[in-house]
């Protein structure tokens, strides 16, 4: 019984670098068009995202999610890209986004 102390402590402190990879995943499908570090405009159309703070990026990734924002004709096109995102996947994608510089 005494192994399970050990292992307990490893997971707890390994989780926080499985958290950062897994929505670093999440951030992969927004690449193309966002760049690596967010700082890319895409299609010629967006403002850039990276650095943007956490409140108004989970408003505006909500919007689109739900199909109520569109700028610039882009709202289809990042409601499929956040269709099967969760809202918690939300929330840690717009983190990791402003902590982009």
Known sequence: MNFLKPLFLTFLLTFPLFAQESV??????????????????????????GGQSHDLLIQKLTAYQEGTLS???????????????????????????????
Do not use: F, W
């Not at 990042?78 to 717009?94: G, H, I, K, P, V």
């Open 71 to 101: 700028i610039k004709g882009m709202g289809r096109l990042m409601q499929a890209q956040l269709r099967d995102y969760t809202y918690r996947d939300l929330e840690n994608l717009s983190r990791y986004i402003e902590s982009l510089h």
């Open 24 to 49: 670093e995943i999440l951030y992969q499908r927004c690449v193309p068009c966002h760049g690596e570090n967010g700082r890319k405009v895409a299609l010629g159309k967006s403002s850039i995202i």
